[in-house]
T-cell receptor
Framework: AQKVTQAQTEISVVEKEDVTLDCVYE???????LFWYKQPPSGELVFLIR??????QNEISGRYSWNFQKSTSSFNFTITASQVVDSAVYFC????????????FGKGTRLHILP | NAGVTQTPKFRILKIGQSMTLQCTQD?????MYWYRQDPGMGLKLIYY???????DKGEVPNGYNVSRSTTEDFPLRLELAAPSQTSVYFC????????????FGPGTRLTVL
């Protein structure tokens, strides 16, 4: 069965610090997709990144970076030099190939960036 | 492009009332989804559709119904509202091509009293 675990319920850091959000997933499929979404206080869900199971390259986008490690079934998200605007709930999610694009979401990590 | 739009943004229902949450997408996506998000929780799939005329149950379908008569629209109906249905409801769409990204509407905040 597929499952996504975000063990960190809530994190608070001071602005400009780096912070890593953890995501561990479970799946029996060899082909799957991993996602990160951001939900700011306004409530909408913003897509950040998608990774397929055959691409373990780390990705960097500005202050955001993602570390995908199949050996540990993890897809961690790091924000470098955090800013107050990064305050949000971040969801990790998993989609297995051939399952009508259904996505299983983790419970989310609420990130507070303190000024 | 408007993307995925949802109406209404907020609604308060009394127990036993019914209502329809509207969802429309203008991206010509075949796949559409309804999720609910309870406080402090992730999203749970209620129903989904892989094309006009085709719908299927998700993880938590009880108390809800859907229809998909066009590619663009995917309304969610609550027949007999219950307090347990107090939640934020999100509609999403995707092309459905192998792990393609789901794009979400702004959500509808529903309270059942």
């Amino acid at each position: 069965a597929q499952k996504v675990t975000q063990a960190q319920t809530e994190i608070s850091v001071v602005e400009k610090e780096d912070v890593t959000l953890d995501c561990v997933y479970e799946t029996r499929d060899t082909t799957y997709y991993l996602f990160w979404y951001k939900q700011p206080p306004s409530g909408e869900l913003v897509f950040l990144i998608r990774r397929n199971s055959f691409d373990e390259q780390n990705e960097i986008s500005g202050r955001y970076s993602w570390n995908f490690q199949k050996s540990t079934s993890s897809f961690n998200f790091t924000i470098t030099a955090s800013q107050v605007v990064d305050s949000a709930v971040y969801f990790c999610a998993l989609s297995e190939a051939g399952r009508d694009d259904k996505i299983i979401f983790g419970k989310g990590t609420r990130l507070h960036i303190l000024p | 492009n408007a993307g995925v739009t949802q109406t209404p943004k907020f609604r308060i229902l009394k127990i036993g009332q019914s209502m329809t949450l509207q969802c429309t997408q203008d991206m010509n996506h075949n796949y559409m989804y309804w999720y609910r998000q309870d406080p402090g929780m992730g999203l749970k799939l209620i129903y989904y559709s892989v094309g006009a005329g085709i719908t299927d149950k998700g993880e938590v379908p009880n108390g809800y119904n859907v229809s998909r008569s066009t590619t663009e629209d995917f309304p969610l109906r609550l027949e007999l509202a219950a307090p347990s249905q107090t939640s934020v409801y999100f509609c999403a769409s995707s092309t459905g091509q192998g792990g393609n990204t789901q794009y979400f509407g702004p959500g509808t905040r529903l309270t059942v009293l």
